[in-house]
């Protein structure tokens, strides 16, 4: 995952920009996993399979889900843009609905410490359909308390 920004001057036009770059290899694999974790004192579990097709694009979803005392908080996928590998670390971006409200966008971080998924750890970043990272639902990851990262 790359940060792009453009900036372009001159005389007859002045302007900016910022996408996000996506770099990956399908044939490195799949990520899928399971798994809870507690995040500002608040039970979350998580539950991921994402993989290539031959054809090279990606298939699979991510669902998330956080207990508040206000009720659940769900992000559910409904497209997967794609995955990227680089060693024990996937990244998975994609849109997603979250309780309800569609048109956001999410990038999955996901480390497979261990086969046995001690250290395993997951995080998320979460972008409404204004643009603007929602702070609430987005941290770094975070080792998790059950479960199991796979790649």
């Known amino acids: 995952m790359y940060n792009v920004g453009v900036n372009v001057g001159g005389n007859n ?3 900016s920009g910022a996408a996000q770059l996506t770099v990956f290899d399908p044939s490195l694999g799949s990520f899928r996993g399971i798994g ?5 004192g608040r039970p979350a579990t998580f539950l991921f399979n994402i993989k290539y097709r031959k054809n090279g694009t990606p298939q699979g979803g991510l669902l998330y889900v956080e207990r508040r005392a206000t009720g659940w908080m ?8 794609a995955l990227s590998i680089v060693g024990n670390t996937g990244v998975i971006v994609g849109n997603a609905i979250v309780n309800g409200v569609g048109n956001h966008t999410f990038r999955a971080t996901l480390v497979d410490s261990s086969k046995s998924g001690r250290g395993d750890r997951f995080g ?10 929602v702070p609430d639902l987005t941290f770094d990851p975070i080792t998790m308390k ?6």
Request: positive net charge; charged residues 10%.
């Open 13 to 15: 036009y002045a302007g």
């Open 74 to 81: 769900t992000i559910q996928t409904n497209a997967v843009q």
């Open 124 to 133: 998320l970043q979460v972008i409404s359909p204004s643009g603007a990272v």
């Open 36 to 40: 809870a974790i507690i995040r500002n």
């Open 146 to 151: 059950a479960g199991n990262i796979r790649r």
